[in-house]
């Protein structure tokens, strides 16, 4: 059963009160717990696709702690694919627990060096429906940009993730001139801009992107991220995914000055 339209839920938080700000969390972690965060969306319409197209298999992109893997392995399991998954870089064992998550539910692995994958020079023939590195394309944008109408309080700035720049070039599409997305990037190298511009195909304008917090880039954390979970854990009771969401909620609070006095954020908890 999905939970949609997910939860929003309020954030109280003496640092917020005393820079004037009400925020409230988009709570898409809670969709469905087969599908990590806001995954679901972007697989929605790919799957739909797939299954009028005549396809049985589906074959995706990502690293070893790749979410989007996880969650198109879920999507075979659940709507009868069987899957593939072409992971960046070399197997170690024991898996990590999300690649192990993702061969529980029926998903083949393939590994394939890092130039390979970069040139995703994959021979992907036959019967595969090919979904790109966490679902960024047309139908995975079109699926995020839905969870912007499923926010029923007024408010200012949605701020997010970015990974493959698909939520933010999603949710930046449907909020119009009058409403900021801010995108906290988690990997480093300053790419995420353009791939934003180039998913949204006519671009918005009413985004930003934020490269302060990537921690060392991709699935890299430091001492300080760490500590930031712990505390936000011991505040909220919310444990913070450490790959894309905690950095994004640590940008929020180290620049909490940036807003506005009376602003009211939504961050989505993907």
């Known amino acids: ?30 969709i469905h717990p087969d599908f990590p965060g806001n995954k679901w969306r972007k697989l929605k319409y790919n799957v739909e ?27 075979g399991h659940h ?27 029926g998903m083949r692995l393939e590994y394939v060096d ?8 994959i021979d992907s023939s036959g019967d595969f429906f090919v979904i790109p590195e966490g679902g ?12 912007v109408d499923e926010i029923d309080v007024p408010f200012d700035v949605l701020c997010c993730s970015v990974g493959t ?5 999603g949710v930046a599409s449907r909020l119009g001139p009058t409403r900021k997305a801010v995108g906290y990037a988690a990997l480093k190298g300053g790419f995420l801009h353009h791939e934003v511009n180039r998913l949204q195909r006519a671009p918005t304008g009413n985004w930003k992107m934020c490269d302060d917090f990537h921690f060392g880039g991709y699935a890299r954390r430091t001492d300080s991220l760490d500590a930031f979970i712990d505390d936000f854990r011991e505040r909220h009771g919310i444990t913070l995914n450490w790959v894309y969401e905690a950095k994004m909620m640590y940008g929020v609070f180290a620049g909490l000055d940036r807003f506005k006095p009376g602003s009211t954020l939504i961050a989505l908890i993907a």
Request: aromatic share 6%; glycine share 8%; charged share 20%.
């Open 114 to 121: 890092r130039a390979r994958y970069r040139a995703k020079s």
């Open 165 to 169: 720049g698909a939520t933010l070039a």
């Open 79 to 105: 709507f009868h694919f069987q899957t593939v998954g072409i992971v960046r870089g070399e197997r170690r064992d024991p898996l990590n627990p999300v690649l192990a998550a993702a061969v529980r539910h």
């Open 1 to 30: 059963m999905f939970r949609l339209p997910s939860p929003l839920q309020p954030l109280a938080d003496d640092r917020l009160t005393a820079a004037g700000i009400r925020m409230f969390l988009k709570r898409d972690d809670l």
């Open 136 to 147: 960024a394309n047309d139908r995975g944008v079109a699926g995020c940009a839905e969870l």
């Open 49 to 75: 696709a797939a299954r009028e197209a005549g396809h049985s298999t589906l074959l995706t992109f990502g690293g070893a702690f790749s979410n989007h893997l996880l969650a198109t392995a879920a999507a």
